[in-house]
């Protein structure tokens, strides 16, 4: 199970910071999406990260040309498919979007292609059968790829367990640590922690209990953090936090999606749209 391609589903915020930090690894990346569009918010992402890392000695700009050289985009799936070692998807996070992607592209790649999903929420064994091949499929996710390094690895109960190791040593080459999980859990370990501080945060601001610097200056001066629950969902993307929270039913989890819709209704996704929660950057934060 040599892998020398990997070829990135959806290259949004995460699907992006995979193949970038898989180019980097020296492996093949090719990205699929389904407009050039698309690809030009990829290419901010990319070059954005990039700078970053050469201005933290992280990265050599002699080796950029090589990198980017690495990698190729397209919006033709056939073309995405046919060299795939390995399928990292993270198409948006819906569950119908995925099953039609897995759908589609388990028919077009070759026989020997390990498939992975990097869903937070979702679980392998919801995607595994619209693939056709599921012990050929396993969850692989990613956090943020540079900074949060932890790649969960997490397999459904038809995943075939040869590909754990092969997946363990693709992580490490990928710089991140693996973690195995022995079953399949809604948020693996780290967003499963998450979730619950998310979620008293978003239960805080919606019974109008504190305000959303307020509440986030309690966990960030008390831990010394850089960043408080809102502004992690910034980070995150509040569309990607709304597919997740609109899923739940209970009252809290409602008010909370119900709030995240306002700002996503006026075009703040957060970061990745100069504003969420916060203005960025931060130091313009208003
Ligand atoms: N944002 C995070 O912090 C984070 C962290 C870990 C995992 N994830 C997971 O990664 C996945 C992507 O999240 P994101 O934040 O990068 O989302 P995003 O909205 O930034 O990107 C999603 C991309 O998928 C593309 N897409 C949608 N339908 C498609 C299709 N049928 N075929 C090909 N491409 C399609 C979109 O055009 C977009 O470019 C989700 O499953 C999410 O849960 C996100």
Redesign the pocket.
Known sequence: MTIHQITI???????SRIGLQAAISGYSVVF???NEA?FHRSHEVLQKITKHLIKAEKLNEADTAAIFGRMAFTTDAAEAAQQADLISE????ELV?KQ??WEQFGKICPAHTIFTT????LLPSQLASYSGRPERFCAF????VFHARVVDIMPHPGTDSALIPVLEELGVRLNQVPVVLKKESPGYVFNSMLMALLGAAGRLKTKDIADIADIDKSWMVNFNMPVGPFGILD???L??AWHVVRTRNDEASIAFAALLKSYIDQGKLGE?TGEGFYKYPRNKQG
């Open positions: 589903l959806g290259t949004g915020n995460l699907g699929y999406d389904l698309a993270s198409v948006t996070e979007i039609k992607v990097n869903t937070s929420y996710h990613f956090h943020d980070n995150i993307g569309d990607t990745k």
